[in-house]
């Protein structure tokens, strides 16, 4: 019995450790944490619009008709400046339709970055307290939506995206080859 008592911690112990090797040797991806809003309308927009003068940004318009690429991103955030380019190309080169919101950043901060880096976004919203962020299942920013024509959520990228990201997933998307 004592001798029961000395070896259960130590096997306890052991199977823990194991536990977390595995989990961190697995492989496995944060970012496919799964998402709660895929395969379902987008949730509700009404956000006061970034640039002044534009029109508030309403979930009417994401129900175009095409794929739309919504982007929550913040002036403050190091990952966003990082995928920051390939919006910018996405958005010149290949006619990409970007809905950009800026999450719990100040006009007067996210104006002057998306200046100096190239604005990429067609429709651009100012999520000041976060609530719509919340209402997406944001868990921080960068996080990145692919939105059909008729306004379904077909894909969530948490973090930055990548040109693997680009290539493999949202350009065919946005051809229509992946739903």
Request: charged fraction near 25%.
């Amino acid at each position: 019995m004592r001798r029961l008592l000395f070896i259960l911690p130590l096997l306890t112990l052991a199977l823990m450790a194991g536990f977390f090797a595995w989990s961190l040797t697995s492989g496995r991806d944060p970012a496919s944490i799964g998402s709660v809003v895929v395969g379902r309308p987008a949730p509700k927009l009404d956000l006061p619009a970034l640039r002044p003068g534009e029109a508030p940004l309403t979930d009417e318009s994401l129900r175009t008709g095409k794929p739309v690429i919504v982007n929550f991103f913040a002036s403050w955030c190091t990952p966003c400046l990082a995928e920051h380019p390939l919006f910018t190309r996405l958005a010149e080169r290949d006619g990409a339709t970007i809905v950009g919101i800026a999450w719990k950043n100040k006009r007067d901060d996210a104006l002057p970055w998306l200046k100096r880096l190239g604005d990429p976004y067609r429709l651009a919203g100012l999520d000041l307290d976060g609530k719509t962020g919340l209402d997406w299942g944001l868990s921080g920013v960068p996080e990145t939506y692919l939105i059909d024509g008729a306004g379904i959520v077909r894909r969530h990228y948490r973090g930055p995206i990548t040109e693997r990201d680009l290539n493999e997933t949202i350009l065919p998307f946005l051809k229509g080859a992946v739903k």
